[in-house]
């Protein structure tokens, strides 16, 4: 071998390979940082959509689906108030900021890791609780011709409603809620529930 010929080049270390730190909190990929920032504005077009849910169905309810002549579709009304109160107020949570720039979401490196199960689970009970004073109160009371298994109904069916809408933004989920979990998927960290996770983007 010749004494003047260089020495091997070594090869250049992955850029995709990253090791996070205990101490690595804040997001260090180009993917990470473009994530965290969608997720660092809240969402006001999820929460707008839902408040118009709101207002929508207290309309179509007050308007029409009340003076309805066949209490199956009259209950109907109740019914779609109970599901985007739901969806309001899950949507609404997970519509806020979920990352910062000292701070990115996602299993710490010695392994613990926070559940978002208890909050959805707090925010479902919360909405299936406060349904049907909502509901009554937006559509008023009912008719007194109308039969005591329709009222009786018209109290449960936005319980069960607004529990459904609370834990529906969890499948159809707000841009900040999927940044959050992008993060936390390059991070390591399973998406929540292990499914599919569908949502949107908005291009102005």
Do not use: N
Request: glycine content about 12%; some cysteine; aromatic content about 12%.
């Amino acid at each position: 071998m010749d004494a003047a010929s260089p020495p091997p080049a070594v090869p250049p270390a992955d850029p995709s390979a990253y090791v996070y730190a205990a101490a690595d909190l804040g997001p260090r990929q180009s993917l990470e940082r473009d994530l965290c920032e969608r997720a660092s504005h809240t969402d006001w077009l999820y929460i707008g959509t839902t408040f118009a849910g709101i207002v929508g169905s207290v309309a179509a309810e007050t308007q029409y689906f009340k003076h309805l002549e066949t209490p199956g579709i009259r209950l109907m009304g109740p019914s779609f108030i109970g599901l985007f109160w739901g969806a309001f107020l899950g949507g609404g949570y997970l519509s806020l900021p979920k990352c910062d720039p000292q701070f990115a979401p996602g299993p710490a490196p010695e392994g613990s890791e926070r559940s978002s199960v208890p909050v959805a689970i707090a925010i479902a009970l919360a909405s299936g609780i406060t349904a049907p004073a909502f509901a009554f109160g937006a559509s008023g009371p009912g008719k007194f011709d109308w039969p005591v298994w329709e009222r009786s109904t018209r109290v449960l069916l936005p319980i069960g409603t607004g529990i459904l809408g609370a834990l529906l933004p969890y499948a159809l989920p707000p841009r900040t809620w999927a940044a959050k979990k992008e993060i936390e998927k390059i991070r390591g960290g399973p998406t929540a529930g292990g499914g599919a996770m569908f949502t949107y983007t908005v291009a102005f």
